[in-house]
């Protein structure tokens, strides 16, 4: 028995020195197990490093006072436009340079990185702008205090303006994973999340000579540990690897190249914008029933559950990979397997988290803050929201399923469905009609979450997405 658990020890610990190590791997070949391991644990770490930025700036902010805690989450509330077209160019590169690596097509999976650069480039270029113009206007309409306004219309600023750092490093992160080689991804966001945790609380409280510049610290703090993970990413693009070799002649605009991923990045970041938008009216409807502590103890407990679901998506974010390589290499019973045993994997995990959020909510939230009517709704929103975990990490794997085989178009018209059709409405009836104001919204999150999964389970077991050319 002993040497039976040591065996497995030792297995499991050369499985996860192979995964951080970013030693190169065949995943249309071998144990789908471990091609998930190898895949799942750099890109669940790559998340939760996503994530930090979110949750180390609410920390110091939310010491600022509720005003600057309302001001974070409505900015990131409205920055979510800029993540869903982040994702979805990202998605877009990601399944084709998966495709292409599948079928061992060196210069065409290059050719898929650099032009979709160049389509990011241009796509970023008006929202930077708009967002530096209205950035006031933009909490306004977000329904924050007239006090939250004045406060926080600078950091609103620096966020939104900063949108070409947040789609690159989303999408070079996206290349590096669609080619395999997801350690590459991790290591940026963790060079990023280290100079963002040092200068946060600098340039906030001021250190020395360096002023205290408060809320529009964070903001400095955040963008500059983007720029620093953006450049490394683009330092090993520009040096290369077995399937990545960005040289000026992939980056001469391919036309048939760019409609390709301008068709799948469009459904792809239509579907992320029907889901974010649906949030930023769930964040005007806790903020005009609730005021400033419920926003503020909203916001506080959704940093708190994407820093849980973000690993998940990581894990879910394998399954994309494996699906377009495999997809790639003609062998699709084998990219159906690596969808069910990573959601089985997803299913755990996050029914893990769940149970520590249903028993430690109260606990966790005072890390965060000290008023007690925002940790009232802080707690709550924890607690009714991580009850639907389980089916959240299942139908992340099957909607990264879908996109990772380039059929974008589907979850787009069951997030359409589920979040604007049901979820929407039924927070809206709960809030004012029931009575039940912000809880009203946080009971509505898991069911139409769930909704989403069952009907994402039924559509996949067709097996249309199997059929998706790119």
């Known amino acids: ?103 061992k097509n060196k210069e065409g999976a290059s050719e898929a990185a650099a032009q979709s650069l160049l389509l990011s480039a241009v796509i970023t270029a008006g929202i930077s702008t708009a967002g530096i113009i209205f950035a006031g206007d933009i909490l306004r309409w977000m329904g924050a205090e007239p006090g939250a306004i004045r406060e926080g219309t600078g950091y609103t600023r620096i966020i939104m303006g900063s949108s070409f750092i947040i789609m690159l490093l989303f999408l070079i992160n996206g290349i590096f994973r669609g080619a395999g080689n997801a350690m590459m991804a991790m290591k940026s966001l963790w060079l990023a999340n280290i100079c963002n945790i040092i200068l946060c609380p600098v340039l906030i409280r001021g250190l020395g000579p360096i002023p205290a510049l408060g809320l529009s610290g964070a903001a400095i703090a955040t963008t500059i540990g983007r720029s620093v993970g953006v450049a490394y990413q683009c330092y090993h693009l520009a040096k290369g690897n077995s399937m990545l070799q960005l040289t000026r002649q992939y980056f001469k605009p391919v036309w048939s190249v760019l409609r390709s991923l301008a068709g799948i990045a469009w459904p792809g970041t239509l579907q992320f914008l029907i889901g974010s938008g649906s949030w930023i009216v769930l964040a005007g409807i806790v903020a005009r029933t609730g005021h400033s502590e419920a926003s503020a103890g909203y916001q506080v407990a959704l940093r708190i559950v994407m820093f849980f679901i973000l690993p998940a998506w990581g894990m879910s974010n394998a399954a994309a990979t494996l699906v377009g390589q495999n997809l790639g290499a003609q062998m699709p019973d084998r990219a159906r397997q690596s969808v069910i045993t990573t959601l089985k994997y997803n299913a755990v995990f996050m029914g893990i988290v769940s149970l520590v959020f249903l028993l ?92 989403i999964t069952i009907t994402y389970y039924f559509i996949f077991k067709k097996g249309r997405w199997q059929l998706v050319k790119i």
């Open 360 to 451: 430690l909510a109260d606990h966790i939230i005072l890390f965060f803050s000290s008023e007690p009517d925002v940790q009232r709704y802080a707690v709550a929103a924890m607690r009714i929201i991580s009850a639907g975990y389980i089916f959240y990490g299942i139908g992340m794997v099957l909607s990264s399923a879908f996109n990772g085989a380039g059929d974008t178009r589907t979850p787009t018209w069951i997030n359409l469905f589920g979040f604007w059709l049901l979820q929407v409405p039924l927070a809206w009836v709960l809030a004012h009609i029931a009575g039940w104001g912000a809880y009203g919204v946080f009971v509505a999150i898991p069911v139409a979450e769930t909704a």
């Open 1 to 103: 028995m002993t040497k039976t658990i040591n065996r497995r020890q030792s297995v499991a610990w050369t499985l996860i020195k192979d995964a951080v190590s970013g030693r190169e791997y065949d995943y249309t070949s071998g144990s789908i197990r471990k091609a998930i391991i190898l895949l799942a644990i750099p890109m669940m770490l790559e998340m939760s490093m996503e994530s930090v930025f979110a949750v180390v700036d609410i920390f110091f902010v939310s010491h600022l006072g509720k005003h600057a805690t309302s001001v974070v989450g409505l900015t990131e509330s409205v920055a979510t436009i800029v993540y869903s077209l982040a994702i979805g160019m990202s998605m877009a590169a990601s399944a084709m340079v998966a495709r292409r690596t599948g079928e």
